[in-house]
């Protein structure tokens, strides 16, 4: 079982960055794709990004252009890049396989305000 530790976040004003890292305490070379998901308060858990093993990589709408994900298959690692963060970014990020198939880490706040 691969368990996930996200780490990174943090409170930016708007227009700021940040890079979240996600851990895997297993190898993510035979994951086909992994992915980012966000939960803000009094919302469900959304999907922000994928990339599969090929690098083929999807994005939310709202944050395309804006945000990159990527993997480093070596160190079972996994980022998201955030640049011209907005409010509404505000959120728990999370990585999990996508579709999401393991259990949930501890998340990572991301607070962005105005």
């Known amino acids: 079982q691969v368990q996930l530790v996200e780490s990174g976040g943090g409170s930016v004003q708007a227009g700021g960055s940040l890079r979240l890292s996600c851990v895997a305490s297993?190898?993510?070379?035979?994951?086909?794709?992994m992915g980012w998901y966000r939960q803000a308060p009094g919302k469900q858990r959304e999907w922000v990004a994928f990339?599969?093993?090929?690098?083929?990589?999807s994005y939310l709408d709202s944050v395309k252009g804006r945000f990159t994900i990527s993997r480093d298959g070596a160190k079972n690692t996994v980022y998201l890049q955030m640049n011209s963060l907005k409010p509404e970014d505000t959120a728990v990020y999370y990585c999990?396989?996508?579709?999401?198939?393991?259990?949930w880490g501890q998340g990572t706040q991301v607070t962005v305000s105005s």
């Open positions: 990339i599969t093993r090929g690098s083929i990589t």
């Open positions: 999990n396989a996508f579709p999401a198939r393991y259990g």
């Open positions: 297993g190898s993510i070379t035979s994951i086909n794709a």
